[in-house]
C-alpha cells in the first residue's frame, strides 16, 4: 500500500490515524482497537468489516 495513501486515510470511527500492519494486512486503529483488512491492495474501511484487536487474525 502507498505511503501517500496511508497518509491521507483515517478511520471511519473516529477519525484518528492508522498503522499499515503488512504482515496481516490489515490497518489498525489504535484508539478503537480495530483492524480494517486490506483485500487486493484495496483498504476497506467498513466499520462492520473491521476485526475487534483481541480476535487473532484470520489465516
Excluded: S, W
Excluded at 471511519?12 to 490489515?26: A, I, S
Excluded at 486490506?38 to 474501511?45: E, T
Amino acid at each position: 500500500m502507498e505511503n501517500r495513501l496511508l497518509q491521507i486515510l483515517v478511520c471511519p470511527v473516529c477519525k484518528g490515524t492508522l498503522r499499515h500492519d503488512r504482515e496481516h494486512q490489515e490497518l489498525i486503529c489504535p484508539a478503537d482497537r480495530l483492524a480494517f483488512p486490506v483485500r487486493d491492495g484495496v483498504p476497506v474501511m467498513l466499520p462492520g468489516e473491521a476485526r475487534t484487536l483481541e480476535q487473532a487474525p484470520e489465516q
